[in-house]
């Protein structure tokens, strides 16, 4: 499976992006998507992940309520529709995917098998 993240850009304080992932190769199983971010001198961390239906979501505590999660699995893609950003929201933002069983969604980095190549995501104060 591959992976092609898009829609990183330059926005300010309170703006909103909408990142996209699109999924080719062997998408035929189900699989569970997640986005996560790495800001310069600091480690991946988790933003969002989405099951297979689409019915569960998980967000981590810094973009919750802010950030929405959504996929389209006729389309076979996955979107982060983020709203009131943040300086500290700048970061390079990576989709990532596993094949999954129905129901489940995962938080950690190990978990995924397969990541896209990241998209920059700068916000100016």
């Known amino acids: 499976v591959q992976l092609q993240a898009s829609g990183g850009g330059l926005v300010q304080t309170g703006g909103s992006l909408r990142l996209a992932c699109v999924a080719s190769?062997?998408?035929?199983?189900?699989?569970?998507m997640g986005w996560f971010r790495q800001a310069p001198g600091k480690e991946r961390e988790f933003v969002a992940a989405i099951s297979w239906g689409g019915t569960k979501t998980l967000y981590s505590d810094s973009v919750k309520g802010r950030f929405t999660i959504v996929r389209d699995n006729a389309e076979n893609s996955v979107y982060l529709q983020m709203n009131t950003l943040k300086p500290e929201d700048t970061a390079i933002y990576y989709c990532a995917a596993r094949r999954t069983v129905a129901g489940a969604y995962y938080y950690t980095a190990p978990e995924y098998h397969y990541w896209g190549q990241g998209t920059q995501v700068t916000v100016s104060s």
């Open positions: 190769g062997r998408t035929g199983s189900m699989y569970a």
